[in-house]
C-alpha cells in the first residue's frame, strides 16, 4: 500500500524551514527519501531503519517514528536548489528483498 | 560508461508495437527495478529483479514483461503497447549487502520518455 505525503506541494521563501510528512499503515522495516528536480532522476538522500532513528545530511535531516509507521524530513535554512519534488520510499517489515513503495511525492519550491 | 543507463532516452510509438527499453549497470547490482512514473502517482514499481534469472511482479505488471539473463541488463518490453502505457520509465539497481530489507540506497537511470500514439 502507498505511503501518504504530505503536503502534496509546498512553497517556501529561501531560508525558511520545511517538513515533509510520509505515513503509513503497515509496519515498516525502513523509509527512504529522495528528491528529484525536473526532468531528472530521484537523487537519494538518506535512509532510515526502523528504531527510531534520526540522520542528518547537510541541513536536510530525518526522523523515524516506529510507533506512528510515520517518517518525517526536515529541510532547515532553505535553499534555492533544495527545489524538487522529494520521495519518501518504504520496505515494509515482513519483506525480506530491497523491494520499495514510494508516495506521491512532495513538491517543494523555494523562491528567492 | 559506470553506472546506470538507459535506452533509449525517447520513444514514440503507436497502439499496438511492441517495445523494449533497455536498461544496463556496470556496478553489479544484485537487485534492478523498474518504475513507471506518472502525474499524481508517483513512482510505481513494475517489476524487479532479485539476481539474474529472478523477477518478481511489482505494484503495476500488466502488459510489461522483464527478463534479466545477465546481472548488468534488466530489460522491460511493452508486448502490445497501450495508450495507458504512455509514460517516464525509470529503471534503478541496488546492492543486497546487509541482507537487510529496504537496506540499501537504489541508484536511478536517466529515464525513458515514452509515447504511445
Known amino acids: 500500500q502507498q505511503p501518504v505525503q504530505s503536503p502534496q506541494a509546498v512553497i517556501l521563501r529561501e531560508g525558511e524551514d520545511a517538513v515533509i510528512n510520509c505515513s503509513s499503515s503497515?509496519?515498516?522495516?525502513?523509509v527512504h527519501w529522495y528528491r528529484q528536480k525536473h526532468g531528472e532522476a530521484p537523487v537519494f538522500l538518506m535512509i532510515?531503519?526502523?528504531?527510531?532513528e534520526q540522520k542528518g545530511h547537510d541541513k536536510i535531516s530525518a526522523s523515524f517514528n516506529e510507533k506512528k509507521q510515520q517518517s518525517s524530513l526536515y529541510l532547515t535554512a532553505s535553499q534555492l536548489s533544495y527545489s524538487g519534488t522529494y520521495f519518501c520510499?518504504?520496505?515494509?517489515?515482513?519483506?525480506?528483498?530491497?523491494?520499495?513503495?514510494f508516495g506521491t511525492g512532495t513538491r517543494l519550491t523555494i523562491i528567492p | 560508461d559506470a553506472g546506470i543507463t538507459q535506452s533509449p532516452r525517447y520513444k514514440i510509438t503507436e497502439t499496438g508495437r511492441q517495445v523494449t527499453l533497455m536498461c544496463h549497470q556496470t556496478?553489479?547490482?544484485?537487485?534492478m527495478f523498474w518504475y513507471r512514473q506518472d502525474l499524481g502517482h508517483g513512482l510505481r514499481l513494475i517489476y524487479y529483479?532479485?539476481?539474474?534469472?529472478?523477477?518478481d511482479k511489482g505494484e503495476v505488471p500488466d502488459g510489461y514483461v522483464v527478463s534479466r539473463s545477465k546481472t548488468e541488463n534488466f530489460p522491460l518490453t511493452l508486448e502490445s503497447a497501450t495508450r495507458s502505457q504512455t509514460s517516464v520509465y525509470f529503471c534503478?539497481?541496488?546492492?543486497?549487502?546487509?541482507?537487510?530489507?529496504?537496506?540499501?540506497?537504489?541508484?536511478f537511470g536517466p529515464g525513458t520518455r515514452l509515447t504511445v500514439l
Open positions: 556496478w553489479s547490482h544484485s537487485y
Open positions: 534503478a539497481s541496488s546492492e543486497f549487502l546487509r541482507g537487510l530489507a529496504g537496506g540499501n540506497e537504489q541508484f
Open positions: 532510515l531503519l526502523k528504531g527510531g
Open positions: 520510499g518504504t520496505s515494509l517489515a515482513d519483506f525480506g528483498n530491497e523491494k520499495l513503495t
Open positions: 503497515k509496519a515498516l522495516y525502513s
Open positions: 529483479s532479485a539476481a539474474a534469472d529472478i523477477t
